[in-house]
């Protein structure tokens, strides 16, 4: 009988693809300016990027052009110039590493994340339920920060939106920004922890997923010109070279609007942390310090049958590398940490 369960297990835990780290075509590095405006922040510096060659990266100091107090923040420097005259825009050029990069945007630590919103996903984890919302409670961390070790360690590459404005109604349309993520989890929380009886989301994730750490961000911050840009990108991400998750965008079921109203909608529900009971979103609304996770596609390490198995899940000295279209590259190796009990 234990042999079977190993076979079925490793059967079930297997990857899904076979490649490795440069077998694949390269991605698209940086859009043009007509397609979308490219933000880094280097030190308390704004940058428009407008060229990247490896690691390295060409772009106009922003805060040289309009000051240090006009750019302190990020997204609303950019609705008080607009879009055509950061398109136009030319000016004193630095050039620099990726490595000399921050967070790009200021965030709060509460953001909301979609599970199941790509049905091979869904299919993997054995779960037929619509997408669900859950909260993610954890504080943006530079693109190539470590990542603390727990016992049973997942990823989930993840595209995520930041609203331009206030979202306050069901009903709001509004603009985002884009940035790429990692949604790490501690899955054996999230087992330890999801009350089946309650509705999907509103257990085990906020606890599994709310470590400090658990929230690596791109160096890039991209503001899309038209609305479906969002729609026509590829993720990837690879464990020490290895890929395990390779998908577009345009397969998400929820659009980013479609996550925003549900949101909205859903701010009465009651979220468990632990003991603690926690908010889906303020009561304010999501402000335009707010991540929107959209979810992540197939190839996550967990499945239902192998939690069990702590070796197939990321060890400590693994590197999990993910990338995406115009988005740039996370690069985080999992550093030490606690074992939970």
């Known amino acids: 009988i234990l042999a079977c369960v190993w076979i079925a297990t490793a059967y079930v835990s297997r990857p899904l693809f076979s490649a490795r780290l440069g077998d694949l075509p390269p991605l698209p590095v940086l859009a043009d300016r007509s397609q979308a405006l490219t933000f880094a922040r280097k030190g308390r510096e704004l940058l428009l990027v407008t060229d990247v060659a490896g690691t390295r990266w060409r772009a106009v100091n922003l805060t040289t052009v309009f000051g240090r107090e006009a750019t302190q923040d990020t997204l609303a420097f950019y609705r008080t110039v607009g879009y055509a005259a950061l398109e136009a825009l030319e000016g004193p050029e630095v050039t620099g590493s990726i490595d000399e990069l921050a967070v790009p945007l200021v965030l709060g630590d509460a953001h ?6 790509y049905a091979e996903h869904a299919e993997e984890v054995l779960l037929d339920d619509p997408p669900f919302l859950f909260p993610k409670l954890a504080r943006a961390t530079p693109w190539n920060a470590a990542i603390p070790w727990v ?46 009886g309650e509705p999907l989301g509103t257990t085990g994730f906020a606890a599994a997923k709310g470590q400090a750490g658990f929230l690596p961000i791109g160096a890039w911050l991209v503001i899309p010109r038209h609305a479906d840009f969002y729609r026509k990108l590829e993720l990837r991400l690879y464990v020490n070279g290895r890929l395990r998750q390779r998908f577009q965008t345009r397969d998400m079921i929820l659009s980013v609007n479609d996550i925003v109203r549900q949101a909205v909608r859903d701010r009465s529900n009651e979220y468990r942390r632990g003991a603690s009971t926690v908010d889906l979103i303020p009561t304010t609304g999501i402000t335009p310090r707010t991540l929107i996770l959209t979810g992540t596609a ?8 192998n939690v069990w198995r702590q070796g197939i899940y990321l060890q400590r000295g693994d590197v999990v590398r993910t990338e995406a279209s115009y988005l740039g590259t996370l690069q985080n190796k999992v550093g030490s940490g606690h074992e939970a009990s």
């Open 112 to 117: 909301i994340a979609a599970g199941t919103n």
């Open 151 to 196: 016992r049973r360690l997942d990823y989930e590459a993840e595209l995520a939106a930041v609203p331009l404005s206030p979202v306050t109604r069901p009903d709001s349309e509004t603009a985002y920004a884009l940035i790429l993520s990692n949604d790490f989890t501690d899955r054996l929380t999230l087992v330890r922890e999801l009350d089946l």
């Open 298 to 305: 197939g190839g996550v390490i967990f499945k239902p049958m």
